[in-house]
C-alpha cells in the first residue's frame, strides 16, 4: 500500500526557510519520479515541483523558481522541498505526489495528506 507522509511545514516569516520532507513506503521509491503540490485558502491545486526517479531532471513552477530547490533521498525513501526566500503567497497546504512512472510523462497517481506552511511576520 503507498503511504506519503509529509513533514516539515509551520510558521515562517517572510524571507525565511523551511525545509520539507516526505517519507515514502509501500513501493519501490527509486522507480518514480516524485513531486510536490500545493493548494493555498480558496485557489486549485498548484504542482510546484517534481523530479524523476534517479534525480536527474527537475522542473520548478515559475511561482517557486529560483527559490525552491527538489531533492530526494533514494536509499532513504524521502523527497525533500527546500524553500526559501518564502513570500506570504507562499502559504498553502502542501502535498507530496507519486507519478505513475518514472519520468514526467507518467501523471500522479498518490498523494499525502499534506503539511501546512504558513509566511508570515
Known amino acids: 500500500q503507498v503511504h506519503l507522509v509529509e513533514s516539515g511545514g509551520g510558521l515562517a516569516q517572510p524571507g525565511g526557510s523551511l525545509r520539507l520532507s516526505c517519507a515514502a513506503s509501500?513501493?519501490?521509491?527509486?522507480?518514480?519520479?516524485m513531486g510536490w503540490a500545493r493548494q493555498a485558502p480558496g485557489k486549485g491545486l498548484e504542482w510546484v515541483s517534481g523530479i524523476y526517479s534517479d534525480g536527474s531532471r527537475t522542473y520548478y513552477a515559475d511561482s517557486v523558481k529560483d527559490r525552491f530547490t527538489i531533492s530526494r533521498d533514494n536509499a532513504k525513501n524521502t523527497l525533500f522541498l527546500q524553500m526559501n526566500t518564502l513570500k506570504p503567497e507562499d502559504t498553502a497546504l502542501y502535498y507530496c505526489?507519486?507519478?505513475?512512472?518514472?519520468?514526467?510523462?507518467?501523471?500522479?497517481?498518490?498523494r499525502g495528506q499534506g503539511t501546512q506552511v504558513t509566511v508570515s511576520s
Open positions: 509501500g513501493f519501490t521509491f527509486s522507480n518514480y519520479a
Open positions: 505526489a507519486r507519478r505513475a512512472g518514472s519520468t514526467f510523462l507518467y501523471e500522479y497517481d498518490y
